[in-house]
């Protein structure tokens, strides 16, 4: 693990995110706003913006409330359901 300044990671940002992208710990530590771990997105990390979540959350509500929803059987394992699930999609 590497700790570094913000003063550091300002005056050598494409070095460290070299170093993130690769596997390495870096913590930035900043005496005025705490410490923060660098971490890269992945593809499978989701992000997305407070106003785009709660869209989408309503819009999931709706869907539930219209009956658009796909039910796991009874007796059925988990792994089945989601299989099945992956395949209607």
Same mark, same amino acid.
């Given at each position: ?9 300002? !005056? ?9 992208? /690769? ?6 530590? @900043?005496? !005025? ?10 593809? @499978? ?5 407070? /106003? ?38």
């Amino acid at each position: 693990m590497l700790v570094i300044s913000s003063r550091e990671f300002r !005056a050598n940002t494409g070095h460290y995110l070299e170093l993130v992208a /690769k596997g390495m710990d870096v913590i930035l530590k @900043s005496r !005025a706003l705490g410490s923060f771990r660098l971490t890269p997105v992945k593809e @499978s990390d989701v992000v997305m913006s407070e /106003k785009e979540f709660y869209e989408k959350l309503d819009r999931s509500i709706m869907q539930a409330k219209e009956g658009k929803v796909v039910r796991q059987n009874d007796g059925e394992s988990t792994d089945d359901f989601v299989n099945r699930m992956l395949c209607t999609e």
